[in-house]
């Protein structure tokens, strides 16, 4: 399994542990119906203790497993399992913030002088960095939040209980070094760098994009490279195509990033009847170093994102996407849906999209229940974050009646999975 450049021809699953199975013991049961599927790469979304603000990405514990998931050898177990089956292992590395429940942000929050304290970004007045991007801005009027313990204000990107880690202390970056070398120890292939693109702050900028924060990626990249060659690093960076590609620097950054822009032209092109759309957006991203390769999607745990369109587009694409604005995201700028969602149920349409994500340039990455035409939960408004409405249960029951039926979405999606990788 340690082809050159073996990132350039994976076809990932992306799911949740507790979602797909029980627990990394039934996890490790479901790996026939991985094999089966074809796939050969599965990201294996949060799965640390976490107390869940944000569905895991608010981690309490970088080398640890939520209880209900079992225990650390029954993760390990599952690792050198999906190997035995020819299934590499990705897993987020949550690293531009941590929950604040972490050890880590305990002790800095208990003392100025805490050893602990400079891990994070901490203020007196919570003015600095006034254009800093705030992606949340339903859940927070801005990125500062008052810690009731300290006095003070920490800095938080996302939901007010995670807090920024700062990236500008040597100690960080060892931390999370140590924490890539456990997990590596433990089989795991490929990290998906959540948030990648918001790691360094300065004030005058959003807090976005800069430049330190590249120098941060090759520094790590050098660390797995010096290390650990058979690992790569996949960016989660949404931004136009220009700033998306500086994230694979000259080959010496990021193995991979995701084709977010590819992703929106994919589904313009459904909304217009209008493929060569897609053409398009495969020569503007096509510039890449030969060693990299994007990770082509259409459907995620995240929200299908559209704020780097222009409003125009933006308003077709979310007439089309979701007319009744059933699912939309709170910022007013993506909704959360699932593929077969988006086309109502109807089965030749979701597998026409498919086809398409399998057959454009890139590493495919299918949503875990896509191949059976899994549909967004209805949950009636009980979450304040919509993503939840694409974080449903696994159908076990549908997926076992598909794969029975040779006609069935299962194997059609089956199908070309093998035909994608040859096999």
């Known amino acids: 399994m340690e082809d050159k450049y073996w990132w350039k021809d994976i076809v990932i699953y992306e799911t949740y542990v507790d979602k797909f199975a029980r627990d990394f013991k039934g996890l490790t049961e479901k790996l026939g119906y991985l094999e089966d599927l074809g796939i050969n790469c599965i990201h294996l979304l949060p799965f640390f203790p976490s107390p869940r603000v944000d569905d895991g990405y608010d981690v309490s ?41 972490h050890p880590w942000f305990k002790e800095a929050s208990s003392s100025p002088d805490s050893p602990k304290r400079e891990y994070y970004l901490w203020s007196k007045t919570g003015e600095e960095y ?23 204000y920490y800095f938080s990107t996302f939901y007010p209980e995670q807090a920024d880690l700062n990236w500008d202390n040597p100690e960080v970056e060892r931390e999370f070094l140590n924490i890539m070398d456990f997990w590596v120890d433990a089989g795991v292939s490929l990290f998906r760098l959540d ?57 010496d950054e990021c193995h991979m990033a995701y084709n977010f822009y590819l992703m929106q032209q994919m589904y313009m092109s459904f909304a217009r009847r209008d493929p060569s759309l897609v053409d398009k957006a495969i020569d503007k991203t096509s510039k890449i170093p030969e060693s990299c390769q994007w990770a082509t999607f259409l459907s995620s745990h995240d929200e299908i994102t559209l704020s780097t369109m222009d409003s125009a587009e933006r308003e077709e694409m979310l007439s089309f996407l979701d007319p009744e604005s059933k699912w939309i995201f709170k910022t007013g700028k993506s909704t959360s849906m699932r593929l077969a969602t988006v086309f109502n149920g109807d089965d030749d349409k979701t ?23 899994m549909e967004n939960e209805d949950l009636s408004g009980k979450f304040r974050d919509t993503r939840m409405y694409v974080r449903g249960q696994f159908d076990w029951a549908k997926a076992e009646e598909q794969r029975k039926d040779p006609n069935s979405m299962f194997n059609k999606v089956r199908g070309m999975i093998r035909k994608r990788r040859g096999i």
Request: with cysteine; aromatic share 10%.
């Open 351 to 373: 597998l026409d999209a498919l086809r398409m994500l399998f057959e454009v340039p890139g590493s495919p990455v299918i949503y875990y229940g896509s191949e059976i035409g």
């Open 130 to 152: 006034p254009e800093a991007y705030n992606p949340f801005e339903h859940l927070k009027p801005k990125s500062w939040i008052l810690d009731p313990t300290s006095g003070q």
């Open 195 to 251: 948030a990648a693109s918001f790691l360094i702050k300065r004030d005058g900028t959003n807090c976005r994009h800069l430049p330190e924060t590249h120098t941060v990626l090759k520094r790590i990249r050098r660390h797995i490279e010096e290390n650990y060659p058979h690992v790569a690093l996949l960016a989660e960076v949404h931004a136009p195509i220009e700033k998306a590609i500086e994230y694979f620097g000259d080959g």
């Open 61 to 101: 514990d970088y080398t640890n497993v939520q209880s209900e998931l079992g225990t650390i050898e029954d993760a390990k177990s599952f690792i050198s399992q999906a190997s035995k089956h020819g299934i590499r292992v990705m897993m987020d590395l949550v690293f531009n913030h941590t929950s604040t429940q």
